[in-house]
């Protein structure tokens, strides 16, 4: 009896050692294919992602407006509109032509950072030491992207009072943001009429907050005869202002 009692039990513990291999075997199929289809779900997301992204960089430059005109000394300015809700990056190039419409040169005008919905102006001429002629010349927009996370703009946190002395243009410009501007560009356009005659630029570096740089623009001169150029108005402009993000 007690033999007929351990031989049903060993059958009992066989039989049950053979089912749980066949479960244990069976788990990691099941896993693996839930993995898989994880996997795939990642990627799509990615993909997704990526796709988005795209877009939005598309629809950036749809909202870009680039206007130019070109000064009495040959120099182009780039009237430069960014009308997306986001800070962006641009890459402007300035193609130029001879009368044959054969390219004789090129320029590129970059903007690390250009604040949403705001606006700047970019000055490019041929040639690094000598202008180089030309008779036309064309502008293409290379680039746009997102501004990357190493800058903060604050254009629009710059603000500027100028006096003109009869010699000089002199300018006061405050820091009204409650970060310190590390870099900062003051563009001062001058006119004789409704033409822009040249150009001239004041720097500003690490400018606390509530803080006031002052920069003296001398007049512009005519290097072909050493006399000063003729105007009969000025505008100063902030053309760049951002802080790095440490």
């Not at 089912?19 to 839930?34: E, I, R």
């Not at 000064?71 to 009308?83: C, G, H, R, T």
């Not at 010349?137 to 680039?143: G, R």
């Not at 243009?169 to 870099?183: D, F, P, R, V, Y």
């Amino acid at each position: 009896m007690k033999r007929a009692i351990l031989a049903v039990l060993c059958i009992t513990l066989c039989l049950f050692m053979l089912v749980g291999c066949k479960l244990s075997v069976s788990t990691p199929d099941t896993n693996v294919s839930t993995y898989e289809e994880k996997e795939e779900s990642k990627d799509l997301s990615f993909g997704e992602k990526l796709r988005l992204e795209m877009e939005e960089k598309e629809d950036l430059s749809k909202h870009i407006e680039v206007k130019d005109a070109k000064l009495k000394n040959d120099k182009i300015a780039l009237f430069i509109k960014n009308n997306n809700s986001k800070d962006i990056r641009v890459e402007i190039e300035v193609e130029f032509y001879d009368e044959s419409d054969k390219l004789v040169d090129t320029e590129l005008a970059y903007l690390p950072i250009l604040g949403k919905n705001t606006e700047t102006v970019e000055i490019v001429s041929t040639g690094l030491l000598k202008s180089i002629e030309y008779d036309h010349y064309k502008v293409k927009i290379k680039k746009v992207d997102f501004a990357m996370d190493m800058y903060t703009t604050y254009q629009d946190k710059v603000e500027l009072t100028t006096n003109d002395t009869g010699k000089q243009i002199m300018i006061q410009a405050k820091n009204t943001s409650s970060e310190t501007i590390n870099s900062a560009v003051v563009l001062v356009l001058f006119y004789k009429g409704d033409t822009i005659v040249e150009t001239q630029s004041g720097y500003i570096s690490d400018c606390g907050p509530g803080e006031t740089a002052n920069l003296k623009i001398i007049y512009p001169m005519d290097y072909s005869t050493f006399e000063n150029v003729e105007f009969d108005n000025f505008e100063a402009i902030v053309q760049s202002a951002y802080a790095y993000n440490r």
